[in-house]
């Protein structure tokens, strides 16, 4: 069994920062990538950041340039840093990871972490 925690959402003016975190926990032998996804009232899912075992990275064209994802391997755990929030961020923001559970490669997602940015 695999958990994915996230913590650090709010509500933050715009403007402002916010930085999420998100640890794994579990039957885990390694994880490929894990990262980032937010879902807009009425809106679809949409990618925000991934990061794989080797620290490459991938953005969503909104968030370049003032979100920036990393990890601690030592810790399971996935950072998403965010800057210059603005209200089009608002969401629930999913973290999800790749992972060799042993038993094979798996998909896991976490419960959600609300961000609220005001105007």
């Known amino acids: 069994q695999v958990q994915l925690v996230e913590s650090g959402g709010g509500l933050v003016q715009a403007g402002g920062s916010l930085r999420l975190s998100c640890a794994a926990s579990?039957?885990?032998?390694?994880?490929?990538?894990m990262g980032w996804y937010r879902q807009a009232p009425g809106k679809q899912r949409e990618l925000v950041a991934h990061?794989?075992?080797?620290?490459?990275?991938n953005y969503g064209d909104s968030v370049k340039g003032r979100f920036t994802i990393s990890r601690d391997n030592a810790k399971n755990t996935v950072y998403l840093q965010m800057n210059s929030l603005k209200p089009e961020d608002t969401a629930v923001y999913y973290c999800?990871?790749?992972?060799?559970?042993?038993?094979?490669?798996?998909?896991?997602w976490g419960q959600g972490t609300q961000v609220t940015v005001s105007s």
């Open positions: 999800n990871a790749l992972i060799n559970s042993g038993l094979g490669l798996q998909t896991d």
């Open positions: 579990g039957s885990i032998r390694s994880i490929h990538v």
């Open positions: 990061i794989t075992a080797v620290n490459s990275t």
